[in-house]
């Protein structure tokens, strides 16, 4: 069973920046397309970006296009959001996915496993 853990949320000004990460602490995410996905309150979750198992496919949303990167470390270990020129609307609990078989990488029933979550909060 892998358990994700996402972490680097917080409360941030607009137009600041954030970098989210996404690990399997004792797990490699080498076989492993990655999404992130949000959940602001009232609305339902949504898909934010995604990154194919070989790095070659990566989606963002048209929301987040230009000012989120998402990017997978060397090892595999820990998959990245930078998040910069933050907006208000970008607040949410934030999501990593995990899925061996990923094809648009913004549905979320392709993925396997989930993390627990972690706050942006973009407020002045």
């Known amino acids: 069973q892998v358990q994700l853990v996402e972490s680097g949320g917080g409360l941030v000004q607009p137009g600041g920046s954030l970098r989210l990460s996404c690990a399997a602490p004792?797990?490699?995410?080498?076989?492993?397309?990655i999404g992130w996905f949000r959940q602001a309150p009232g609305k339902e979750r949504e898909g934010v970006s995604s990154?194919?198992?070989?790095?070659?496919?990566?989606w963002y949303a048209d929301s987040v296009k230009g000012r989120f990167t998402i990017s997978r470390d060397k090892d595999k270990s820990t998959v990245y959001l930078q998040m910069n020129s933050l907006k208000p609307e970008d607040t949410a609990v934030y999501y990593c996915?995990?899925?061996?078989?990923?094809?648009?990488?913004?549905?979320?029933?392709?993925?396997?496993?989930w993390g627990q979550g972690t706050q942006v909060t973009v407020s002045s």
């Open positions: 996915a995990a899925g061996e078989v990923v094809v648009t990488g913004y549905l979320q029933n392709e993925y396997d496993y």
């Open positions: 004792g797990f490699t995410l080498a076989y492993y397309a």
């Open positions: 990154i194919s198992s070989s790095d070659s496919t990566i």
